[in-house]
Structures are given as structure tokens and as C-alpha cells.
């Protein structure tokens, strides 16, 4: 059951909305947003109003949501509609993440058509620093560019369906900033995986992954860790990621290796 939202469920923003100083450092949730639609691209995009429509195939919700673009983000139910026809004509739900950019009112509004909250999320954020990697568990590989292996692998082991894999490709092949593509291999076999994108004087990490059948055995530890030396030596000042609040074991990973949660987010989805 959808229970009325209450703005207590998400954690507290820690950071301004939005700042006039250049984007640098721990930056503002405005510029973390920016930030994040520049590292995680969508191949499609129109704004409306105060809103960014993204569209990618279907492939995340990330990728496929309209999001605020300024702090008190508003939604009228004319926006609304305009918002669902724009995405019902590429035959895909109507999607809304709501971080704190946008207006208090919007999930009421969302809620009162239908609309049901979804995966409450947090972006963590901690200074970027060097230090020695783990005990090695196998081989860390980085490669600059998307290398077909690297998504083939990948996929295997998400188990994304077939008609997925084209959209994600796309997102990848779609990014323009320094990337890392990082595998962890044994035996000529990879077992984790993640992305590291370097997007100004910041990075991001997506797409960490590790081999259901090799989990509990510290091979996240070693693959983050890897990204975070990776993010160091291209002299980032901080690192930063999007994590479901419901994947625990990826909160308490992050926690461990400095992560700090500085705003949360949720998704309403179209009934």
C-alpha cells in the first residue's frame, strides 16, 4: 500500500540547493544533479517548465524520469499531462524522481493521480583520497573506453533481459566525459564489475556490481576501492553515488569507505 508521503522518510539535505559559486568540490544539490545527468546520460531529453524529461529506452529509471531542474520545481496538472502524453508516445511509464530540487506540493499532486513512491534512494558523497588497496582478490583492469566484453559480462551477470541490453549500451556509449571501466578478473574470468566518470573536479561511480555467485568475499570493497584510487589520480576532489536505501549491504559498504548520505530521493511511478 502507498502510504502518504512524509518528508521525515528521507534523510536530511545537507548540502544548499543551489549555489552561484562555480561547480567545484562537495557542490550543491543543484550542481550534484547537473552532475549527474552529464555522467549518467539519457540519449533523449526535452524540458518542460521547470523539469528535465529523459528518456533512454527504458533502461533505469534514472534514465527515464523527468527530474527537477531548479530548486521549488513546480507541477501544474496541465505540466502533468503534457509530461505523460511526452511519454506515452515512446510507449513508456510516466516516471517522476523527486529530489529535494523539487517543490513540496509535486508529491501530493502525484499522488492524488496515482502515483506510486518507489525505491527511495540516497545520493553519498565523500572526499576524494588515495590509499593502498586490500589484500588483492583478483585482477583489477581498468579500460578508458566501453569494451564489448566488459557490457557482455556485465549483463550476464544483472541477468538483463534482451531488450534492455540495447538501451544500456546506448546510456554508456552516450556518456562524452573520462570514464573508467573497471573489472575485477580471477582466473581470466570477471567477477565484479563497476564505472567510474570523471565529470569536472568530481566523480561519479555507477554500475558496481559483483557476480551474484561471488558475493561475500570483499570483491565490492576491492572494485570501489579501485574506483576511488582511479578517481585520486585524475586529482577529483570529491567521489559520489546513488544507492537504493534498501540495499543495506551497499549503504554499510559505503559507509565504511567514508561515503556519507547528503540528500535523499524517491520515485513516483504511474499506477
Not at 49 to 66: M, P
Not at 183 to 203: P, T
Request: proline share 6%; hydrophobic share 40%.
Amino acid at each position: 500500500m502507498d502510504h502518504a508521503f512524509s518528508p521525515y522518510a528521507l534523510p536530511e539535505t545537507r548540502l544548499p540547493l543551489c549555489s552561484s559559486l562555480p561547480h567545484a568540490g562537495a557542490a550543491s544539490v543543484q550542481q550534484l544533479e547537473q552532475r549527474s545527468f552529464n555522467a549518467w546520460p539519457a540519449p533523449r531529453n526535452a524540458v518542460v517548465g521547470d523539469w528535465l524529461l529523459r528518456s533512454a529506452g527504458g533502461y533505469t529509471k534514472r534514465a527515464n524520469s523527468a527530474n527537477a531542474l531548479q530548486p521549488g520545481a513546480a507541477l501544474t496538472p496541465q505540466l502533468l499531462e503534457h509530461v505523460e502524453a511526452h511519454y506515452a508516445r515512446q510507449q513508456l511509464p510516466s516516471i517522476f524522481r523527486l529530489s529535494p530540487l523539487a517543490d513540496g506540493g509535486v508529491d501530493a499532486l502525484l499522488q492524488a493521480r496515482g502515483y506510486r513512491l518507489v525505491d527511495p534512494s540516497q545520493l553519498m558523497q565523500r572526499a576524494t583520497q588515495d590509499y593502498d588497496q586490500p589484500a588483492a582478490n583478483g585482477h583489477l583492469q581498468f579500460d578508458s573506453q566501453l569494451e564489448a566484453v566488459w557490457l557482455e559480462s556485465y549483463c550476464a551477470a544483472s541477468v538483463h533481459p534482451p531488450e534492455q541490453q540495447l538501451p544500456h549500451r546506448r546510456i554508456l556509449e552516450s556518456i562524452g566525459m573520462r570514464c573508467a571501466y573497471a573489472s575485477l578478473q580471477r582466473d581470466g574470468r570477471a567477477l565484479a564489475w563497476g564505472l567510474a566518470v570523471l565529470e569536472r573536479d568530481a566523480v561519479g561511480l555507477y554500475e558496481v556490481l559483483v557476480h551474484p555467485d561471488h558475493r561475500g568475499q570483499g570483491l565490492g570493497r576491492q572494485m570501489v576501492q579501485g574506483l576511488l584510487q582511479w578517481a585520486a589520480r585524475q586529482g577529483a576532489t570529491h567521489t559520489d553515488l546513488q544507492v537504493a536505501a534498501a540495499n543495506a549491504r551497499a549503504r554499510q559498504l559505503y559507509e565504511s569507505l567514508g561515503f556519507a548520505t547528503v540528500y535523499g530521493y524517491h520515485y513516483r511511478v504511474k499506477a
